[in-house]
Structure formats: C-alpha cells, structure tokens
C-alpha cells in the first residue's frame, strides 16, 4: 500500500516538474522570440522620419530611397527646410539617414539643397 503511495506521489511530483520545466520552457521562448524581434521595413520608414523630425526640427516629406545594408538600414529622406509663395520656390533638402538594424538613427546629414519646383540636374538618380 505504502509502495503505491510512493509510486503515485513521484509521478505526481513528475508531472509537476514537467509542467513547470514546460512553462519556464515557454517563458524563454517568448522572450528570445521578443529580443530578436527585428522591425518591417515600414517600421523602420516610420522611426526614420520620426527620429529626424524630433533631431532637426524639419517635417519630413518623402523618402526617395531606402535600403537594408550590412550595418542596418539607410535612407534618403526628403524635407521642407524653407517654406516660400508660391510653392514651387520652398526650399527642400535631401538627407542621407542612417539607421542601425533595429531602426534606430546612428547619424544623418544633408546631402543637397534644391528649389521644390525644379528638375534634379543629376538625371533623377544620386
């Protein structure tokens, strides 16, 4: 009788190892699955213009290019710097923004000034 006490409590306490390795298990899992967590491309679009609106002051208009590097993410972002009448004159700039791979700005800088209205001279590509 004690013989099966015995055997009934150590599978019970078997069971309640388990159940608790298994949660502890799934903990971990959620949390490495949190830590890895890398944002879409347009959560990165998103923090971009975001992050260089708070640092310049200057209300991004467009993106005009991005792409994923080794290092993370870089942009080229497009703003109103000085707004004029008529619109066409609005002064805009270009800047080049860097972001690391989980969104967030390393560096940007201005890599060119244009009036709103007239063609790139470039032939439209950098």
Not at 23 to 28: G, L
Not at 64 to 80: A, I, K, M, N
Not at 89 to 114: C, I, K, N
């Amino acid at each position: 009788m004690s013989n099966t006490e015995n055997t009934s409590q150590s599978q019970s306490s078997r069971e309640s190892r388990h159940s608790h390795d298994s949660r502890e298990t799934q903990k971990n899992t959620d949390k490495h699955a949190a830590d890895d967590h890398r944002p879409s491309p347009m959560e990165v679009l998103r923090q971009a213009r975001a992050q260089l609106a708070e640092l310049t002051g200057l209300t991004p208009d467009s993106v005009s290019s991005f792409e994923q590097t080794e290092d993370g993410w870089s942009l080229e972002v497009e703003v109103l710097e000085l707004a004029r009448v008529p619109d066409t004159m609005s002064l805009m700039a270009s800047y080049q923004v860097e972001l690391d791979p989980d969104g967030e700005l390393t560096g940007y800088r201005r890599v060119r000034r244009y009036e709103r209205g007239r063609a790139d001279p470039r032939g439209g590509g950098r």
